[in-house]
């Protein structure tokens, strides 16, 4: 039987909805995800399955989790009920604009336990969030004890360039940060491109034929990381999802304890044998690939929104619907 085994690093995403529809974005979250915010026996559940993997820490993201200060708070409190400590808490501090009620928000964290913020701070960010409220965020933590941290802080410099009131668009950022800034911020980002991030790959890669893909004997390689459980992520329906291949998503309980034979077709098939397989899988379906694709992780994800409109539970096909929206490229090569 299938299962992850001992639990390492992960995080719970308590909400799909973000204020903010990054380009870079896993996920796929954005303003129009729906499903509200995590629920209180959603959490106590997840904590519960978390302590019986052997977890002892882990850190909140979305999301955007501040969209929902209480519901926020809840989730700290069941974290703190169940022995699990919190590593930080993730925000792009779109609610920092008000200082008085930000402070607030600090002082309620931290007297729940709170003791660190992960502050993002990137040009996809500033695309969606005025750059200065990161910066303000950062100074209301220094002056109310939180400690934080920026992600990444190697943005700081060439950042400070824009005017830090507003949010900027592509073509303010090209022109400031030079036309490359898409692929240079995921080159330095090191984020594997699934999500949104599919738009980067196919915008900027290099594309190759299936036989390129597929050659050499990677058509019979698995995907072993599917159980991985470096950077695991467990979102707010209480699903566990596999670090850096998102849109597939087991119940947390399975995937720790044990996860039922010829259950999730799609995931046996990739977990067992790899992307290749599951072409010849969905081609039995009427799945006809293009002649190119920039990577077979690529190809795979084209795959799987193709089979998630038959309703694989394995399968989030709300993922594969945002992955695709909101995504700007230059008019001349759309």
């Not at 008000?98 to 993002?120: D, H, Q």
Request: glycine content about 12%; overall charge negative; charged content about 20%.
């Amino acid at each position: 039987m299938l299962k992850t085994g001992h639990l390492y690093h992960g995080g719970i995403m308590v909400n799909y909805r973000c204020n903010a529809a990054c380009r870079h974005c896993l996920y796929a979250c954005s303003p129009t995800r729906t499903g509200g915010y995590i629920a209180m026996d959603t959490m106590k559940e997840i904590c519960g399955v978390l302590r019986r993997g052997g977890i002892g820490s882990v850190h909140i993201g979305g999301g955007e989790p501040f969209l929902d200060i209480e519901g926020l708070l809840m989730a700290v409190r069941q974290l703190d009920a169940a022995g699990i400590s919190l590593d930080y808490v993730e925000t792009n501090a779109f609610w920092a604009v008000r200082e008085k009620e930000a402070r607030e928000t600090l002082r309620a964290l931290a007297a729940e336990g709170v003791s660190a913020l992960c502050i993002s701070l990137d040009p996809f960010h500033a695309e969606h969030v005025p750059y200065g409220l990161p910066l303000k965020l950062a100074k209301l933590c220094d002056e109310t004890g939180m400690a934080y941290f920026l992600w990444k802080r190697q943005f700081l410099r060439p950042l400070s360039v824009l005017e830090h009131s507003s949010a900027h668009s592509r073509e303010e950022l090209e022109k400031h940060l030079r036309s490359g800034y898409i692929s240079n911020t995921a080159h330095s980002y090191g984020i594997r491109l699934g999500g949104r991030a599919v738009n980067i790959e196919e915008e900027y890669g290099s594309f190759h034929s299936l036989a390129d893909l597929f050659g050499g004997g990677a058509k019979n390689s698995p995907c072993g990381d599917l159980l991985s459980t470096g950077h695991f992520h467990v979102d707010q329906d209480g699903y566990f999802i596999p670090p850096g291949c998102t849109g597939i998503r087991l119940p947390l309980a399975e995937a720790v304890d044990g996860i039922p034979a010829g259950k999730y077709p799609v995931f046996e098939i990739l977990y067992e044998k790899g992307p290749a397989a599951l072409l010849d899988f969905a081609g039995g379906r009427g799945f006809v690939p293009e002649k190119n694709y920039p990577s077979s992780c690529n190809l795979c994800f084209h795959i799987r929104a193709f089979l998630s409109e038959e309703g694989f539970a394995e399968l989030d096909k709300n993922h594969y619907e945002e992955s695709l929206k909101y995504y700007s490229r230059p008019k001349a090569v759309q």
